[in-house]
């Protein structure tokens, strides 16, 4: 079966050391694709594309329904047997999860399971997973009529960024410990807002952190 990395762009861009290695690292599995929105997509159906970012599974799941079997990079590299995952000594964080995973329960386990290869402990917070609420500045939320209509109450994108700041400091107040571990492009964005550490798991992953 054809398989596709798809690298998030956001994520290279606001990480270009970890996106490297990562890089790197999947293209001892397969090839490289181009960025979700402009590559034109012509792989053999049934592929299964393992994606980073959330935006890049919507805009997949828009652009292109049933072509790709979407898997998310977190669960895909669990099943690796041949991959040297960091140790980072019992280190203890808080993990963001992100509102567009709801519906994806594999990917809070699998991001869990990605600490534990790590030595990382998890101090959860109580909403999180299936209530989750958080999903940084919310920019790339799927177009369905519950974040609609959230928009329209709270339009974070016309915010300033001292709006936000003052807006994610209640969020922060939710974190067991300030080391916050994040998985989306713009929960990451947010924790940072917030004045936490925020951490995508990928740099931990890649050991850039």
Known sequence: MTQLFFPSCNFTAANPEASRRLGALMARYMDEAGCCRVDPLRYPAGAE???LCQACRATL?????GQFRLRNLFDWLLTRDDFDWPD???LTVTV???WRDREHPEIHEAVRGCLRR???KV???AENRENSVFCGNIHFEPRRVENLLLLEQTPLERLTPEQLSLLFAEQAEKYPCP???T???RCTAGVSLSGQNAIHLARLITGTY
């Open 49 to 51: 594309a393992i994606y």
């Open 123 to 125: 101090a959860e917070m």
């Open 183 to 185: 998985y989306c492009n």
């Open 118 to 120: 790590m030595n990382v």
């Open 96 to 98: 963001q999860d992100c």
């Open 88 to 90: 980072y000594g019992g």
């Open 179 to 181: 080391d916050v571990v």
């Open 61 to 65: 799941e828009q652009r292109a329904p």
